[in-house]
């Protein structure tokens, strides 16, 4: 894995009117905190979602998502 030293070296030799591309890459590969914060917002959103469920319906919500999941893309597809 390269180090940081060895990429900003390799940073020097992008020519400049590469640079607006570059910048592009590297912001789009940096965690936007903001975003991410906003996403698990809504995530956490749905904890304790299942509490107010019984035990019997819980079980079966779990089954019923188990076999979804299994039988998803069991099918035979010819083109």
């Not at 903001?34 to 079980?59: H, P, R, V, W």
């Amino acid at each position: 894995m390269p180090t940081l030293d060895a990429i900003l070296n390799e940073l020097k030799n992008v020519p400049v009117e590469k640079l607006d591309d570059l910048f592009s890459i590297i912001h789009s590969l940096s965690v936007n905190t903001k975003e991410s914060g906003e996403k698990m917002t809504q995530i956490l959103s749905y904890a304790g979602s299942f509490d107010e469920m019984t035990e019997k319906d819980y079980n079966d919500f779990l089954n019923q998502t188990e076999n979804t999941r299994n039988n998803l893309f069991d099918r035979d597809l010819h083109l």
